[in-house]
C-alpha cells in the first residue's frame, strides 16, 4: 500500500483499474463468443460477463464487462490476461481458477473485498459451462461437489449454510448475523429460508445433534 | 493537494481559527486553577464561549462542550434508560447518523421502545407516520436537522408543531451537525429542546463538540451525564476542556459571522452550477434530493450503470476528494442506509457520489471536475455490462 500516491490498492490494481485489458468494445453478436458467463447482479452492486472463445480446448481469447468497484474491474481484467497468455489456457486448468490465484496477480486485496470483488473464476466457469451447453456436450472438469449460490451479493452456498447450521446458526437471524445473508438485495431471503431449516430439520430434529457436545 | 469535495465529512480548519490555536498554544494552564496561569485560560476561554453563543443566537448558559457531536447525541439518547418506564418511548427516523441510529438501537436492546419515522423518496419524513406514532408518553424525539449524505433539512418548525399537540411532554432533539455552519442557525427562536453541534463541520478542529439544551438550569435533571468526574461545564459533562478546540471554535464562529450571509449564496451558486453541468453534460443520473429544501453546499448524485467506488477512485487519482454512499468504500458491504430509505434500491445508492462544497471552493474549480466526470463515467460506462 502506497499512501503518498493516494492510492489505496496495490499497484498491479491501479494498473488494471486504469488501463483494464480485453474490454468487450463491440457488440455480443459481433464479437460471436463461444460461451458467455454472468454472475453477480446490480443491486449486489457487482456484476460480471465473461465471453471466450475456445479452440481445441484452449481458450485463446477472452473479453469481458464488468459493473463494480476499483477492485472488481482490476481482478476482471487480470483474469483475463491470466486465461489468455502464452496462446490461451486450457479449459481444464481455466476451470480450477481460484479467487486465490487472481489476488496473487492483482499483489493482495484487504479481506473485506474478496467476496465482493473477485467474481471472476465464477464467470468464467459459467462461460466454460455455457461453452459445453452450446455444443450439446457434458463438462468434463466439472467439480462434483459444486455447491448451488443462495445469495449472490455474497456468494453464500448451501454448502456455506449448511456448515454454518452445523456450527449453531440454527435459525434465519443468526445466519444473518454471521454471514450477512440477504442484507443487501434481500432478493434470496425466502430461498436462504428455505434451506436453512432443511438444515436445521436435517441436523437438529429431536436434538440428535449438539454442536456444543 | 486535492480540490476537497467533501466538506460534510469534515471542513478545512478556518485561516482565523488557525491562528486563534497558534496564538494560544501557550497558554497551557488548566482553567480550572486558581492561579493566574489557570485565570488566564479561563477568560479566554468565556470570550471563545461568548463568540460561539452569539453566533448560534444560544444563551452562553444553555452550551455544554463535548467531544464531538456523536457524543452530545449519546448523552440525549441514553438518558433515556434512567427515565421510568412509561416515558422510555422513542421517535426517531431511518436516516439519521450512525452516532444517533446506533444509539437508538443499544437503547432498543436495553428496552427503550424505539419508532423509526420512514422518509419519501426526496428525504423528507413522513408527517403523518410522526403524527401516528406520537403519543402522551413519548418521551424524546429525536429528528435531525440536516442529512449528512444528501443534504436534506427536516421542516423542523412543522415537526415541532406535530410533537407539540401529540406528544406535550416528550422533548425534541435534533442532530443539528449538518446545520451548523452550514445554514444560519437561530437557536433561542428554534422550536427543539436540544441539539448537537459538531466543531470540525464548520471549520474548528476534530475534538470538540457542543450539546445546546434550552434552559439548561432547568433541564438538566432530564438528562444524565455521559462522563462524571470534576465540576466541568456545571458538573455535567467532566474532563478537563479541550482548551484549543474551544478557542478555535470561537474564533471560527467569530469568523462565519460576518461571513456566512454570502458564503450561503455563494456556496449555492457553486452548487447549482455544478448540477445544471452535470444535467447538461451526462445522462442518466439521478440527483438525490433534489427536490427538498437542502443545505446550500450538498450535491448527491446517483450515476447508473456504474459504481461508486470506481467514481471515487478515479476522481480522486484527478485530484478530486469526494465520498460515495456504496458499500464497497465502506468495508462493511452494506449500501448507505440513507439512499435505501429514500429509493429501496440498493443499485441506485452503489451508483452515489457525494460532492459537498464549502468555503474553500471556487466556481472555477467546477469546470475542470464536469471534465473529468464526463470523461470517467464513460470510461466506466463503457466497461459496464448495465449500460445501454
Known amino acids: 500500500m502506497n499512501n503518498d500516491s493516494g492510492w489505496v490498492y496495490t499497484e498491479q490494481v491501479k494498473q488494471h483499474f486504469l488501463n483494464p485489458k480485453n474490454i468487450l468494445t463491440i457488440s455480443e453478436e459481433e464479437y460471436k463468443p463461444d460461451g458467455v458467463g454472468i454472475v453477480g447482479s446490480p443491486a449486489c452492486g457487482d456484476m460480471m460477463m465473461i465471453f471466450i472463445k475456445v479452440k481445441d480446448e484452449r481458450i485463446y481469447d477472452m473479453k469481458w464487462k464488468t459493473y463494480g468497484c476499483a477492485s472488481a474491474i482490476a481482478s476482471t481484467s487480470a483474469l483475463s490476461e491470466m486465461v489468455t497468455k502464452n496462446g490461451g489456457m486450457h479449459i481444464k486448468e481455466a476451470y480450477k481458477i481460484t479467487p486465490e490465484d487472481i489476488i496473487k496477480e492483482l499483489g493482495q486485496l484487504p479481506s473485506h473485498k474478496i467476496h465482493c470483488s473477485v467474481l471472476g473464476d465464477k464467470a468464467l466457469r459459467a462461460a466454460i459451462e455455457d461453452y459445453f451447453k452450446r455444443r450439446n456436450e457434458q463438462n468434463p472438469y466439472r467439480e462434483k461437489t459444486s455447491s448451488p449460490i443462495v445469495c449472490e451479493c455474497f456468494q453464500i452456498t448451501e454448502e456455506d449454510i449448511k456448515m454454518e447450521v452445523l456450527e449453531g446458526a440454527t435459525n434465519f437471524e443468526t445466519l444473518q448475523e454471521r454471514t450477512k445473508i440477504g442484507t443487501n438485495c434481500g432478493k434470496c431471503i425466502p430461498k436462504a429460508k428455505e434451506v436453512i431449516n432443511k438444515f436445521v430439520e436435517q441436523y437438529y430434529k429431536d436434538k440428535v445433534y449438539n454442536p456444543k457436545s | ?388
Open chain 2, 1 to 388: 493537494m486535492n480540490v476537497y469535495l467533501d466538506n460534510n465529512a469534515t471542513t478545512p480548519i478556518h485561516p482565523k481559527a488557525k491562528s486563534a490555536i497558534i496564538e494560544f498554544l501557550d497558554f497551557f494552564g488548566n482553567p480550572s486553577s486558581m492561579h493566574s496561569d489557570g485565570r488566564i485560560v479561563k477568560e479566554k476561554l468565556v470570550i471563545a464561549k461568548q463568540q460561539i453563543a452569539d453566533f448560534l443566537n444560544a444563551s452562553l448558559d444553555d452550551i455544554i462542550f463535548t467531544s464531538c457531536g456523536s457524543e452530545s447525541n449519546n448523552t440525549i439518547l441514553k438518558s433515556m434508560l434512567f427515565w421510568p418506564k412509561e416515558k422510555q418511548n422513542l421517535v426517531t427516523t431511518n436516516i439519521e447518523h450512525p452516532a444517533n441510529l446506533e444509539t437508538a438501537k443499544f437503547l432498543e436492546k436495553n428496552g427503550i421502545k424505539v419508532s423509526y419515522i420512514e422518509v419519501n423518496d426526496d428525504g423528507i419524513i413522513d408527517l403523518n407516520q410522526l403524527e401516528k406514532s406520537l403519543t402522551k408518553d413519548t418521551g424524546l424525539v429525536s429528528i435531525m436537522y440536516a442529512n449528512n449524505e444528501i443534504g436534506t433539512i427536516q421542516p423542523i418548525d412543522k415537526i415541532a408543531k406535530i410533537v407539540k399537540e401529540k406528544a406535550p411532554n416528550a422533548i425534541f432533539h435534533t442532530d443539528a451537525v449538518q446545520a451548523a455552519g452550514k445554514i444560519k442557525l437561530d437557536l433561542k427562536n428554534s422550536p427543539f429542546d436540544t441539539a448537537s453541534i459538531s466543531g470540525h463541520k464548520l471549520y474548528a478542529p476534530k475534538g470538540i463538540g457542543i450539546l445546546y439544551i434550552r434552559d439548561f438550569d432547568k433541564k438538566r435533571k432530564s438528562f444524565t451525564p455521559l462522563i462524571h468526574g470534576g465540576h466541568q461545564e456545571k458538573g455535567f459533562r467532566a474532563g478537563t476542556e479541550n482548551t484549543i478546540g474551544i478557542i478555535a471554535l470561537g474564533a471560527a464562529c467569530e469568523a462565519l459571522q460576518s461571513e456566512i450571509d454570502v458564503e450561503i449564496e455563494r456556496i449555492k451558486k457553486i452548487r447549482d452550477y455544478f448540477e445544471n453541468k452535470v444535467i447538461e453534460n451526462i445522462k442518466d443520473i439521478i440527483i438525490n434530493g433534489k427536490n427538498s429544501e437542502r443545505v446550500p453546499g450538498t450535491s448527491n448524485i446517483t450515476f447508473k450503470y456504474v459504481e461508486g467506488e470506481s467514481i471515487l477512485l478515479k476522481l480522486d487519482l484527478n485530484g478530486f476528494s469526494v465520498s460515495t454512499g456504496s458499500a464497497c468504500s465502506t468495508g462493511s458491504l452494506e449500501p448507505s442506509h440513507v439512499l435505501m430509505a429514500l429509493h429501496k434500491k440498493p443499485e441506485i445508492a452503489h451508483g452515489s457520489i457525494r460532492f459537498s462544497f464549502g468555503r474553500e471552493n471556487r466556481i472555477e474549480q467546477v469546470d475542470k471536475l464536469i471534465e473529468i466526470l464526463v470523461k470517467e463515467i464513460d470510461i466506466l460506462r463503457k466497461i459496464s455490462p448495465l449500460s445501454k
